[in-house]
C-alpha cells in the first residue's frame, strides 16, 4: 500500500527542507547547552551504538558534534544515570531502535510493540538448555545488575558468535523485555531486571502496537525535522505497513519537497512555523549519526553520497577505514578518516569539496584533536595536492 498525501500539502525548496533537518537535528542555531547530552539524547530519541572507536566511540561522537567539547566521561554519566528526588534512576537504557541505540528512558513504554514482537517469533539461531533462563533471572534478582561475564561468561570456546547458555539466555531476557541494558562497562553490557531499572510508572507494557508506533513516527518526524516515508519509517526501524497504519495520525504535515520527485513526505509541524536561521555547526560525523545514517536520504538531502568502508576490504576502499564527512555551513564539504598516534591527530586520508573547504575541514580537524587529547594535527593524503597545501597551510 502506498500513502499519497493530501491534496492541502506544503510545498518547500529543497534548501528549506536542509535547513529544517539541520536545525531539527541540532547543526542549525545555538546549542541547548543547558539541556546538554540528556537534551540531544531526548530530542534524537535514539543515539546508535557501534563497537567501531576511532576518535571515540559513534555515541560520543553524536553529542560531540552538536555540543562541541563535552567530556567524554560527562557523556557516559549523562546517558546512563540520573540523580532525582527518590535517589539515582537510569536516564537511558539499550535496545533495538534504528539499530543498537541508546534511548531515552520515557520510552520504554513505547518499544512494547517489539518486545511482543521478539515474544512471539521462533527463536533465532541459538538453542537454550533447559533452566538457564530462569537461573539467569535468579542471579540477577539476588546479585544485582551484572555483565554477561559476570553470569558465567559470555561465550564458550567456539567462534565469537558460539554464545554461552548465560549470554544467550540474558539476550533473550533483553529483547523480552524482561531485563533491561542499564550502562556499558567497558563495552560490556551491563545488565538488570526491568522491573528493577524501569521506573514504575514507565514499566507497564499496556499500550497497543499503534499507539506505540505512532509515537515513534512523530518522534521521527521531530527529530528529521522533514522526511519521506521510507526516512520516517527507518528512524526506529518500523515497517511500511505499520507507518501507513499510523502517520495520518500523528499530526505531521504532508509536504512536497523540490527534487524529492514524487515520493510523499510529511514535516514536524513546529519545523514549518518559522524559518531555520542561526549558526551552523562545523564539525566530523559519525557514519552513524541521524543526520546522515540514511544513504538515499544524505544524497536527496546534501547531495553527498557517503559509504561506511570499514567493512570494505583495505583495497577497494576509496574514502578510508572510518571516513568521516565534515559539515560545514549547513553543506558537506568533504571526508576525513582519522586516526590517533599518541597526541597526534593523524588525517590519513581527506577528500574536499576543493581548497575552498580547507578552513572549515581544520577547523573541524583542530577541535577534534583537541577534545581527544590530541595536540597536534598531521596530513597524510589527499586525492588532490592543492588541497593538500591549502589544509596544511590552513592547520598553521
Known amino acids: ?51 567501531i ?45 534504528h539499530a543498537a541505540c541508546v534511548l531515552p528512558i520515557e520510552e520504554w513504554p513505547h518499544f512494547a510493540f517489539r518486545r511482543r514482537a521478539y515474544r512471539s517469533r521462533p527463536h533465532w ?3 537454550l538448555a533447559d533452566g538457564a533462563y530462569d537461573q539467569v533471572l535468579k542471579q540477577l534478582r539476588a546479585e544485582g545488575p551484572l555483565t554477561a561475564t559476570e553470569l558465567g561468561g559470555a561465550k564458550n570456546k567456539g567462534e565469537w558468535w558460539d554464545w554461552s547458555d548465560s549470554k544467550i539466555a540474558v539476550e533473550r531476557a533483553l529483547m523480552y523485555g524482561e531485563v533491561v541494558c542499564v550502562e556499558r562497562r567497558s563495552w560490556k553490557r551491563v545488565y538488570d531486571l526491568a522491573e528493577r531499572a524501569v521506573p514504575g510508572e514507565l514499566l507497564h507494557d499496556d499500550l497497543d502496537d499503534a499507539e506505540c508506533v505512532r509515537r515513534l513516527v512523530r518522534q521521527a518526524g521531530e527529530a528529521l525535522g522533514v522526511g519521506t516515508r521510507a526516512d520516517l519509517a527507518d528512524y526506529h526501524r518500523l515497517k511500511a505497513e505499520q507507518f501507513d497504519a499510523v ?24 519545523a514549518l512555523e518559522s524559518t531555520p536561521r542561526g549558526r551552523h555547526r562545523t564539525t566530523l560525523l559519525s557514519p552513524f549519526d541521524s543526520l546522515i545514517w540514511e544513504r538515499a536520504r544524505t544524497e536527496r538531502i546534501f547531495g553527498f553520497t557517503h559509504r561506511l568502508e570499514a567493512y570494505v576490504p583495505r583495497p577497494k576502499r576509496v574514502h578510508g577505514y572510518f571516513a568521516m564527512p565534515v559539515l560545514a555551513g549547513g553543506r558537506l564539504v568533504g571526508r576525513v578518516d582519522p586516526a590517533r598516534e599518541g597526541t597526534t591527530l593523524v588525517a590519513r586520508q581527506v577528500s574536499m569539496d576543493g581548497p575552498k573547504s580547507a578552513p572549515a575541514v581544520a577547523q573541524a580537524l583542530r577541535e577534534a584533536a583537541s577534545w581527544v587529547g590530541c595536540d597536534s594535527v598531521r596530513v597524510e593524503h589527499t586525492a588532490d595536492p592543492a588541497q593538500k597545501r591549502a589544509l596544511v597551510a590552513a592547520l598553521d
Open 53 to 97: 572507536s576511532v576518535l571515540a566511540r559513534s555515541h560520543e561522537l553524536i553529542p560531540y558534534a552538536r555540543l562541541g567539547a563535552v567530556g567524554r566521561r560527562a557523556v557516559e554519566d549523562a546517558y546512563w544515570s540520573a540523580e532525582t528526588q527518590a535517589g539515582p534512576r537510569p536516564h537511558a537504557f539499550e535496545y533495538w531502535s
Open 1 to 51: 500500500m502506498t500513502t499519497t498525501p493530501p491534496r492541502h500539502t506544503v510545498a518547500l525548496s529543497a534548501d528549506e527542507a536542509r535547513r529544517i533537518a539541520l536545525r531539527a537535528q541540532g547543526f542549525l542555531g545555538a546549542p541547548d547547552r543547558r539541556a546538554g547530552v540528556r537534551g540531544v539524547l531526548r530530542h534524537l530519541g535514539a543515539v546508535q551504538l557501534d563497537t
Open 125 to 127: 539461531g541459538h538453542t
Open 247 to 270: 502517520v495520518a495520525d500523528t499530526g505531521l504535515v504532508p509536504v512536497t519537497v523540490e527534487g524529492w520527485g514524487s515520493k510523499p513526505a510529511w514535516a514536524d509541524p513546529a
